[in-house]
């Protein structure tokens, strides 16, 4: 073979072999070349059920009172009529992924149990799911009895900085006069 090919055939290794090590880092690093990051679409599939929405399902509601707090479920089988599923995912960027499922079993038309993985309250999800981290400051609605006692007292108004109490203010009709 010619020297050239033989460089030719070396080029064209290297670049495939470069190629290879770049998208092998991209998966690890989520980035291309450290500036370009590609666009992942976030999927969310099935019905986000908390723990609350769990606490106010009660053994012996019916199928439509637990459709109603839970939302139709995700899964229905026509071979396995006493069970709906609710499963929900989650990949989101800058979070964890999550998954769960939530299993209701019913006899006839009436829900014997739910069974379910501990649940997050919507609080808690919602700050899993929070690519905005800011940090929370709940605002104070009430000062402690030390707070009270370091403020300044009230100043006195003396008598003559008090306000004459106002005359009555007469203003002009709404309407004008049938004369005029």
Same mark, same amino acid.
């Not at 609080?123 to 403020?151: G, H, M, N, Q, Y």
């Given at each position: 073979?010619?020297?050239?090919?033989?460089?030719?055939?070396?080029? %064209? /290794?290297?670049?495939?072999?470069?190629?290879?090590?770049?998208?092998?880092?991209?998966?690890?690093?989520?980035?291309? #070349?450290? /500036?370009? &990051?590609? =666009?992942?679409?976030?999927?969310?599939?099935?019905?986000?059920?908390?723990?609350?929405? %769990? $606490?106010?399902? !009660?053994?012996?509601?019916?199928?439509? @009172?637990?459709?109603?707090?839970?939302?139709?479920?995700? /899964? &229905? $089988?026509? *071979?396995?009529?006493?069970?709906?599923? =609710?499963? *929900?995912?989650?990949?989101?960027?800058?979070?964890?992924? @999550? !998954?769960?499922?939530?299993?209701?079993? *019913?006899?006839?038309?009436? /829900?014997?149990?739910?069974?379910?993985?501990?649940?997050?309250?919507?609080?808690? #999800?919602?700050?899993?799911? $929070?690519? #905005?981290?800011?940090?929370?400051?709940?605002?104070?609605?009430?000062? &402690?009895?030390?707070?009270?006692?370091?403020?300044?007292?009230?100043?006195?108004?003396?008598?003559?900085?008090?306000?004459?109490? %106002?005359?009555?203010?007469? =203003?002009?009709?709404?309407?004008?006069?049938?004369?005029?």
């Amino acid at each position: 073979m010619s020297l050239m090919i033989r460089w030719g055939r070396g080029i %064209a /290794l290297a670049a495939a072999l470069g190629a290879l090590a770049g998208c092998s880092s991209m998966r690890s690093a989520d980035r291309l #070349f450290g /500036l370009i &990051t590609p =666009y992942r679409i976030e999927v969310v599939q099935g019905n986000v059920v908390t723990q609350e929405m %769990a $606490d106010a399902v !009660q053994p012996g509601m019916s199928r439509a @009172q637990v459709r109603d707090i839970l939302g139709s479920p995700l /899964l &229905t $089988d026509i *071979f396995h009529e006493d069970r709906w599923d =609710y499963i *929900f995912t989650i990949r989101r960027r800058g979070t964890e992924p @999550q !998954q769960r499922r939530v299993t209701a079993w *019913f006899e006839g038309e009436r /829900l014997v149990r739910l069974e379910a993985p501990p649940l997050p309250s919507e609080r808690e #999800f919602v700050d899993s799911i $929070d690519t #905005f981290k800011k940090p929370r400051r709940e605002p104070k609605l009430a000062l &402690t009895e030390e707070e009270r006692r370091a403020l300044p007292a009230p100043r006195p108004v003396p008598p003559e900085e008090a306000a004459p109490p %106002a005359a009555p203010r007469s =203003y002009p009709p709404l309407e004008p006069s049938a004369g005029g």
